[in-house]
C-alpha cells in the first residue's frame, strides 16, 4: 500500500510538474507570438514610412520637374516673342519705306498733273 501511494504520489508530483511547465511553454508561446506580432506591426509601419518617403520624393522629383520643363517653356516663349518683334519690327520698317515711297510718288504725280495743266494753258 505505502508503495502505491508513493506512486500515485509521483504520479500526481509529474501530472504537476508536466502542467507547470506546460503553463511556462504556452506563456513562452504567448509571449513570442506577442512579439511576433509587434515586429510584424513594427515591420508594416516601416514600410509605410518607407512608401510615404518614396511618394514625397516621388512628388518632389516631379515638382522639380515640372519647374524645369516650366523654365524650358518659358525660354521658348521668350524666344518666339524676340522673334514676333523682330518679324513686326521689319514690317513696320517696310510698311514705312512703302508709305515714303507713295509719298514721293503723290508728290510728283501732284507736281507734273498741276505742270501740265499750266502748260497746256
Not at 504520479?11 to 504537476?16: G, V
Not at 518683334?85 to 507734273?112: C, F, H, M, P, W
Amino acid at each position: 500500500r505505502e508503495h502505491v501511494a508513493n506512486n500515485q504520489k509521483s504520479l500526481a508530483d509529474l501530472a504537476a510538474a508536466v502542467a507547470e511547465s506546460q503553463a511556462k511553454r504556452k506563456s513562452v508561446d504567448d509571449d513570442a507570438a506577442s512579439k511576433a506580432a509587434a515586429v510584424t506591426a513594427c515591420r508594416k509601419t516601416a514600410t509605410k514610412q518607407s512608401n510615404v518617403a518614396a511618394d514625397k520624393r516621388a512628388v518632389f522629383e516631379r515638382a522639380e520637374q515640372l519647374e524645369i520643363e516650366r523654365a524650358e517653356e518659358a525660354k521658348h516663349r521668350e524666344a518666339a516673342a524676340k522673334k514676333l518683334r523682330a518679324v513686326i519690327k521689319r514690317e513696320a520698317e517696310n510698311i514705312a519705306s512703302k508709305q515714303a515711297e507713295l509719298a514721293k510718288y503723290d508728290e510728283t504725280d501732284g507736281q507734273s498733273s498741276s505742270r501740265g495743266a499750266t502748260g497746256v494753258v
